[in-house]
C-alpha cells in the first residue's frame, strides 16, 4: 500500500470514528428498559447522557432533560467529560490532518513538515478514540452492575412468603431495569475506526519523511604552505602571486647554496699549482 493511499485510508476511518463519536455522545438510548420479563408496556424507558426519554404505546414521546451537575452520579458525570474530551481532540485532529495530506498542496509546505502534521494527527486520533472507548466502558459497566442488583432484589422479594412476600415480589416486578442501548455500540465503534485510522495514519508518516541527501563531512588536513581544499572556490589572485615569488625565492636560494657548495669543495682540494 502507497504513502497516499494508506494516510487516505487512516483519515476517511478517523473521520468516520469522528462521527460515531459525536452521534454517540448525541443519542438518547444509552441506557433502554429491558423488556425481558414485561414484552408488553404501555411506556418505554430509555436515557441518554443529557436527558431521559419516555415513550408511549400511542407513539408519543416526551424527553426530560437534567436539570442538575451536581445531582448526578461522579461516574456519569466522568463519562460525560470522557466523551466530551474525546470529541474535541478528534475535531482538532481532523483539522490537522486536513493540512497534512499529502494529496493536498498547501504553499510551500514540504513532506517533512506535513510527515510532522500526520503523526501529531494520528496520535491524537488515538487519544480521542480511547476517551471514547473508556467512556462508553464505564457506562456499560454501571449498567451491568445495576441490572444485576436489580435482579437480585427481584429474587429476594419472590423468596417471601404467601401474604406480604407476593406483595413485595410484585412490586419488584414493576421495577425498570435498564440494559445496554444503540448508542454504547455506535460509541464503540467509532472509537474502533479512530484509533484505527490514527493507528494507519503514525504508519503512513514514517514512508512520507525524506530521505537523508546531506553528505558527511570530511575533514582534510593541509600541509604547512597549502590552504584547505574547498569545492568551487579559487585562490585569490594575490595569493597565487605570493605563492609564485616564494617559490622564485626558494630556487634562487638553492642555486645560491649549489654555488657556495662548489667554491667550498674547490678550497678543501688543494690544486697541483698551489705548492709552486
Known amino acids: 500500500m502507497s504513502v497516499t493511499m494508506c494516510q487516505s485510508v487512516g483519515f476517511l476511518l478517523s473521520v468516520l470514528g469522528l462521527a ?22 404501555a411506556v418505554f424507558n430509555y436515557q441518554g447522557l443529557w436527558r431521559t426519554c419516555v415513550r408511549e404505546s400511542s407513539g408519543f414521546t416526551e424527553c426530560r432533560p437534567y436539570f442538575t451537575i451536581l445531582g448526578l452520579p461522579s461516574i456519569f458525570q466522568a463519562v460525560r467529560a470522557l466523551m466530551i474530551v474525546g470529541l474535541v481532540l478528534g475535531a ?16 510551500n509546505m514540504d513532506n517533512s513538515a506535513k510527515a510532522k ?13 480511547l476517551c471514547a472507548i473508556v467512556g462508553v466502558s464505564i457506562f456499560a459497566n454501571m449498567l ?8 437480585a432484589s427481584f429474587g429476594g422479594g419472590m423468596g417471601d412468603g404467601m401474604g406480604m412476600g407476593m406483595g413485595m415480589g410484585m412490586n419488584n416486578n414493576l421495577q425498570t431495569r435498564y440494559t445496554f ?12 475506526l479512530a484509533v484505527a485510522g490514527g493507528i494507519m495514519m503514525c504508519i ?11 553528505y558527511k563531512g570530511v575533514s582534510y588536513h593541509a600541509s604547512a604552505r597549502s590552504v584547505p581544499y574547498k569545492a568551487g572556490l579559487r585562490s ?18 638553492d642555486d645560491y647554496r649549489k654555488t657556495n657548495r662548489s667554491d667550498d669543495v674547490k678550497q678543501s682540494y688543494p690544486s697541483k699549482y698551489d705548492y709552486v
Do not use: H
Not at 117 to 129: D, K, N, P, Q
Not at 144 to 151: K, L, R
Not at 204 to 214: I, N, W, Y
Open 117 to 129: 502534521l500526520t503523526l501529531v494527527s494520528g496520535i491524537i486520533f488515538i487519544v480521542a478514540g
Open 20 to 41: 460515531g463519536i459525536i452521534a454517540a455522545t448525541g443519542l438518547d438510548m444509552w441506557s433502554t428498559q429491558d423488556l425481558y420479563g414485561n414484552p408488553v408496556t
Open 236 to 253: 585569490a589572485p594575490s595569493y597565487d602571486m605570493e605563492m609564485k615569488n616564494k617559490t622564485a625565492t626558494s630556487y634562487d636560494d
Open 181 to 192: 442501548g444503540s448508542a454504547l455500540f455506535v460509541g464503540w465503534v467509532g472509537g474502533g
Open 144 to 151: 451491568v452492575t445495576n441490572f444485576w442488583m436489580s435482579t
Open 204 to 214: 503512513a508518516c514514517r514512508g512520507m519523511m525524506p530521505e537523508d541527501t546531506q
Open 92 to 107: 482538532v485532529s481532523a483539522l490537522v490532518s486536513i493540512f497534512a495530506m499529502k494529496c493536498i498542496r498547501i504553499g
